[in-house]
C-alpha cells in the first residue's frame, strides 16, 4: 500500500510548499481511511466511515470546492488526484464489506447446531405420469400417419353420447347403472365418440382425427376398472375407405406401440354406431403368444374396438352416405398403460403413490 501510495500521490504540481501541503494532506487522509477501515468489524462503523471520508461533509470533498480557485491547467490535474483518493477509499469500503459479510457467515456457522458437511437433502425431478406417456406416443403415432387432434366437453348431452350413435333408446348403456346423468338429458360423456359426433357437425369429408379425452362410467373401482378412465377414440371419413384401411391403421398403430413383432386380429362383433363391427386382439405382450395368466392362456388380448361407421350415423348428421364411407375405432389409453408396463392394477394409475411413479 506504501509503495502504491508513493507513486499515485507523489506530488506532481511545480516545486511550491502549498502544492505540496495538498499532496502531503491527501495522502494523510487515504493513510487514515485505510487504517480505520481495514480495523472495521461492523456495518455501521463502515457506513460512519463512508460519510467521514467521502460524504458532502468529508474533508475530501472540501477540497474539490477549492478547484474553482485553481488555473485552467491546474484544475485537472488537481481534481484528477482528489479523485484518486475518493475511488482508493471506495475500493477499501467494498473489500470491508465483503470481509464483514465473510465474518457474519464464519460466526453463524461456528454458532448454529446445524452441521453444513452434511450432504443436502436430493431434489427430486418430477416424471409424466404413464398414462400421459402413452397418450403422447398414440398422439405422436397418429401425427406421423396424418391424422389430426380433435378434443371435445366431458359435459354431453344424450343426443351427442347416444342418439347420434345410433344407440336405441332402451339400450343398456343409458341405464343409470352405467352412466352419470347431471340432469335429465346431461350427462358425463361415457366415451370420447362424442368429439367424432361434434367433428362431423361442424366439418365436412374428408376427416381424419383422433380424439384423447378422460371418459367417466358407473363402474366400480377394482383391478381392472375405475369410474374415471381414458380413452382413444379415433375417425376418418372419405370417398372410398374400406376396411382393409381400417385393418392396415390399426396394424401400423400396435407394431409402432408395442413392437413391430406384436400380430393383431380381427374378430366379429356389435357396436351401435358401426357396422360391419370387429373386436381387435393383440398377440400376448407378456408372454410372446405362447400363453401365460395375463391372456388366460389364450396368446391373445383384446385392445380395442373398431368398424366402418352405420350408414345411419351420416344419414343423422347430414353427411351422403351413398358418397362418403368411414371407419371408426376407440382403445383405452389405461389398458393400453396396464399391458405395455405389465401393471396388474389399473387402481395403480390413480392412486399417485410416488414409489410408482418414480419408475417412469
Not at 397418429?142 to 366431458?154: S, W
Not at 378412465?229 to 371419413?237: R, S
Not at 351422403?320 to 399391458?339: K, N, V
Request: hydrophobic share 35%; aromatic share 10%.
Amino acid at each position: 500500500m506504501n509503495k502504491m501510495l508513493s507513486l499515485l500521490y507523489a506530488p506532481r504540481f511545480p516545486a511550491g510548499e502549498n502544492k505540496k501541503t495538498v499532496d502531503e494532506q491527501l495522502q494523510n487522509i487515504l493513510k487514515n481511511a485505510t487504517s480505520e477501515i481495514e480495523v472495521a468489524k461492523a456495518f455501521h462503523e463502515l457506513n460512519d466511515l463512508k460519510s467521514r471520508y467521502i460524504g458532502k461533509k468529508s474533508e475530501l470533498n472540501g477540497f474539490m470546492q477549492q478547484m474553482g480557485k485553481l488555473s485552467a491547467t491546474e484544475r485537472p490535474v488537481f481534481g484528477k488526484k482528489v479523485n484518486d483518493v475518493k475511488a482508493a477509499i471506495e475500493s477499501l469500503l467494498e473489500a470491508a464489506n465483503e470481509r464483514i459479510k465473510e465474518n457474519i457467515y464464519t460466526q453463524s456457522i461456528a454458532t448454529s447446531s446445524f452441521d453444513f458437511t452434511m450432504p443436502g437433502r436430493p431434489v427430486l425431478m418430477g416424471n409424466l405420469h404413464p398414462l400421459t406417456i402413452i397418450q403422447n406416443q398414440i398422439e405422436d403415432i397418429f401425427l406421423g400417419m396424418g391424422f389430426q387432434i380433435a378434443e371435445g366437453y366431458d359435459v354431453e348431452d344424450d343426443f351427442h353420447n347416444f342418439d347420434a350413435l345410433n344407440h336405441p333408446k332402451d339400450h343398456p348403456a343409458r341405464n343409470l347403472a352405467d352412466t352419470f346423468y347431471i340432469g335429465k338429458d346431461t350427462l358425463l360423456r361415457t366415451h370420447t365418440s362424442t368429439v367424432q359426433i361434434r367433428t362431423m357437425e361442424k366439418h365436412k369429408p374428408p376427416i381424419k382425427i383422433i380424439a384423447p379425452g378422460r371418459c367417466y362410467r358407473n363402474d366400480k373401482f377394482d383391478l381392472t376398472h375405475s369410474p374415471v378412465f381414458h380413452q382413444t377414440e379415433g375417425l376418418v371419413v372419405d370417398e372410398g375407405i374400406s376396411f382393409k384401411d381400417l385393418s392396415d391403421t390399426m396394424d401400423i398403430f400396435l407394431k409402432k406401440l408395442f413392437g413391430s413383432e406384436v400380430k393383431s386380429r380381427f374378430r366379429p362383433h356389435f357396436f351401435p354406431f358401426t357396422e360391419p363391427s370387429a373386436e381387435i386382439d393383440v398377440s400376448c405382450v407378456a408372454c410372446g403368444g405362447n400363453g401365460c395368466p395375463t391372456c388366460k392362456n389364450s396368446g391373445w388380448i383384446e385392445i380395442l374396438g373398431a368398424g366402418m361407421v352405420d350408414p345411419n350415423v351420416f344419414d343423422i348428421l347430414g353427411i351422403d352416405s351413398e358418397r362418403y364411407t368411414g371407419y371408426a375405432f376407440g382403445c383405452g389409453i389405461d389398458r393400453l398403460a396396464m399391458l405395455k408396463y405389465k401393471l396388474p392394477d389399473i387402481r395403480l394409475l390413480y392412486e399417485n403413490d410416488v414409489r410408482f411413479l418414480r419408475q417412469f
